[in-house]
Structures are given as C-alpha cells and as structure tokens.
C-alpha cells in the first residue's frame, strides 16, 4: 500500500542549530501538506504546495522556518536556528486531488526535541 | 474563524461497548469533513472522508455521520476492542481553504 514517507522519525538537536526533515508524498499526489502539532493539540499547518508551488504559507515562522518541493514531488522542511519551542511532531501529508475534495494521507512524522 | 471541538475529551470504556464521539464546528460552509486516528507518538491514519452532500460513511465497524446545518458530526464504533485504543481527530476543509483539526478525543478500550 502507497504511504508517506518521511524522515527522520526523531530528532534531538540543540537550541540555536539548523534541522531538516524529508517527506516523500504518495506518488501521483500533487499537493503536499507539512504540518506541526504540539502534544495534546491538533495539527495545525505551516505550508501547502501544490506540485512545486507555494498555495498557503500563511503560518510558517518564515524568519526560521523554509520549505521546497522543487522538482513538485519530495519536500524538504527547514529550521534555522532552532529554538526551545519547535519541539513538536512536525507531520507531512499528501493529496491527489484539490484540498476540498481529496482525502490526506499523513506520514509517521517526525518528532523534534529542541535542548 | 472556524473551530472545531471535540466532546470528550477522553474516554474508557470497557471491550465490547459501542461508543460515540463527538465533533462539532462553528462554520457550517465546509467541504468536507474526515475523521483520523493517532495512535502514540505515531502519525495519523485516515478512517473516513465524508463530503458536504454526503450524510454518512461506514467503512466496518465504524460509521461516522455529518449534520451541516447543525455543525456536528458523529463517529460510531461499535463493538469497541483493546485494539481500537487511540486518539480520535475529526478535521474539517472550509472556506479557508485548509484543514482545520479539534483536538482529539483520547479513546482507551480496556479488556
């Protein structure tokens, strides 16, 4: 069964260092989603591609954070530098069709701690 | 702004009940709504899809229900089992063009 690949599955990094993590959507799915979510809460979204273009990076610190899909299919999420409150799960998804219709699929996620 | 909230906030219940779980958002113009699993330290599985002119899906034991007009949308289990133990997230695509997750409805199944 086609998933969501996304790596690493944990990371522990000091404060004020640089991160990234990989996700590789199903394959055909056109719009990518990175997500965070904090323990106890629901996801809430930083970036949304669809194929190599920025749709919705409305939430994403962008003083710090990046992210790209340049070829419209891997996708790669940055942190420079980091800090103590970007510990959280940050999860990628993917979709075939337009948000309003498609079902995500999300990815195992990856979890960051931030010392 | 679109809120979503989920009652309660856990839950356990013995192996064999049938239970439900509750989701209700404020901005009736969605597009759909879907409902997840998480299950610890984990990523989230996709359980069920319902699109704004549906008013139900049932895929096994679970049958998940949408009220637009009311806001509120329902997920049956039945015949729950240790194996169903999970958080429950119900996330709804509106207006604004992104999924909007509650927080989760933390289910624990016990023997």
């Known amino acids: 069964e086609a998933e969501v690949a996304q790596s690493p599955r944990y990371k522990i990094t000091e404060k004020s260092q640089a991160v990234a993590f990989w996700c590789d959507p199903i394959s055909g799915h056109a719009t990518l989603y990175w997500y965070r979510q904090i323990l106890g809460q629901g996801p809430e979204l930083l970036v949304q591609f669809q194929d190599e273009s920025v749709v919705d990076d409305s939430q994403l610190p962008k003083d710090r954070f990046s992210a790209e899909r340049l070829k419209g299919v891997d996708s790669t999420l940055k942190i420079q530098p980091a800090e103590l409150g970007d510990s959280a799960m940050y999860l990628c998804?993917?979709?075939?069709?337009?948000?309003?219709?498609?079902?995500?699929?999300f990815g195992e996620g990856s979890r960051l701690t931030v010392l | 702004k679109q809120e979503v909230t989920q009652i309660p906030a856990a839950l356990s219940v013995p192996e064999g009940e049938n239970l439900v779980l509750n989701c209700s958002f404020t901005?009736?113009?969605?597009?759909?709504l879907q409902w997840f699993r998480q299950d610890p330290g984990k990523g989230l599985t996709s359980l069920l899809l319902i699109q704004s002119s549906q008013r139900e899906q049932t895929s096994g034991r679970l049958n998940a229900s949408l009220d637009k007009s009311s806001g509120r949308s329902t997920l049956y289990i039945a015949a729950s089992q240790p194996g169903d133990s999970a958080t429950y997230l119900c996330?709804?695509?509106?207006?604004?063009?992104?999924?909007?997750f509650g927080t989760g409805t933390r289910l624990q199944v016990f023997p």
């Open positions: 901005d009736s113009a969605i597009y759909n």
């Open positions: 998804a993917s979709s075939f069709g337009t948000s309003r219709t498609g079902e995500l699929f």
């Open positions: 996330a709804v695509w509106g207006n604004t063009d992104k999924l909007i």
